[in-house]
């Protein structure tokens, strides 16, 4: 399992600032073709991008968050200021889904067909190149430091890449159907809907608490194998605070241990824990026969 490595924080910075950047360019580019056409598809597009600005401001605010240190009401840090700010993308992404959802019908319920020019085709290449790089970044950052804020960010990109690929298509294919650009506008909100939902999904299910995966337990099973103790790990929980992580479990020991032996053993397993997971552990002890 992949741990939050503080060391990489500033990408969070990074990249929310070359992504504000891109994405204004970006949506003034797509709204003035859209104006300029008269098309749903391409002005909800362009909307969709100003919309991964305010994420990647998101993003900046809480990477700054999250470097706070602990104090007395916040004993565990800020790091979850991510997660809370990966819901907020999740909720945001749904209403404008919602928002394209009932421009597209409209749109298709007026029978006006969108004659859309070579400026449309140009812009919507190079929004598609330009966000499929700056999401490519954004899953790349994610991976270096486990922060699901930037891959929440990342798929954000990629659903406005996708949804400029659609409306390409469609901007091929107008000539054959006046209800083109609505279909296209209903194209989009799919997608969006689907991120929303992967985003959510993924940041609720952290904030809630985890199962520690396969990865983690083989790791843990080796360190105490290293220390030849005989020991029985089991009943773990697993709590991400940014780049604070909480492990409790239980150890199933000789009942005929002595409190300061069992002591010793949990302590020098929280130790090893600690030095080369950079998790802190809470372990429970328990006689064995008592599991």
């Known amino acids: 399992?992949?741990?939050?490595?503080p060391a990489d924080k500033n990408w969070t910075l990074i990249e929310g600032w070359v992504s504000i950047s891109a994405n204004i360019v970006l949506f003034c580019l797509k709204l003035w073709v859209g104006l300029i056409t008269g098309s749903v598809a391409l002005m909800a597009d362009a909307y969709h991008t100003l919309t991964d600005s305010l994420s990647s401001a998101i993003v900046i605010f809480s990477g700054w968050l999250s470097r706070k240190p602990a104090d007395d009401k916040h004993p565990f840090g800020h790091g979850r200021s991510d997660l809370i700010s990966s819901v907020f993308i999740g909720v945001l992404l749904a209403l404008i889904g919602f928002k394209f959802l009932f421009k597209s019908v409209e749109q298709i319920r007026s029978g006006?067909?969108?004659?859309?020019?070579t400026a449309a085709i140009v812009v919507i290449v190079m929004s598609i190149l330009v966000k499929e790089s700056m999401a490519q970044f954004a899953f790349w950052a994610a991976r270096k430091n486990n922060n699901p804020i930037l891959k929440a960010d990342g798929w954000h990109h990629r659903t406005d890449a996708l949804s400029s690929?659609?409306?390409l298509a469609g901007i091929l294919c107008s000539s054959f159907a006046t209800w083109i650009d609505g279909a296209l506008g209903i194209a989009v909100t799919l997608l969006i809907f689907y991120a929303s939902?992967?985003?959510?999904n993924d940041s609720v299910s952290r904030l809630i608490g985890e199962t520690p995966d396969r990865d983690l337990m083989k790791q843990i099973d080796v360190i105490i194998d290293e220390i030849g103790l005989d020991v029985q790990p089991h009943h773990f929980h697993?709590?991400?605070?940014?780049?604070?992580?909480?492990l409790t479990f239980h150890l199933t020991m000789d009942a005929g241990m002595t409190l300061e032996e069992a002591h010793e053993k949990a302590h020098l397993i929280e130790h090893k824990l600690r030095d080369q997971l950079g998790i802190e552990a809470t372990i429970h002890m328990e006689p064995d026969g008592h599991r």
């Open 238 to 246: 697993l709590h991400r605070y940014g780049d604070h992580i909480e």
């Open 165 to 167: 690929i659609i409306v």
């Open 112 to 117: 006006v067909g969108v004659e859309y020019g």
């Open 1 to 5: 399992m992949a741990l939050y490595n």
């Open 197 to 200: 939902w992967e985003i959510l």
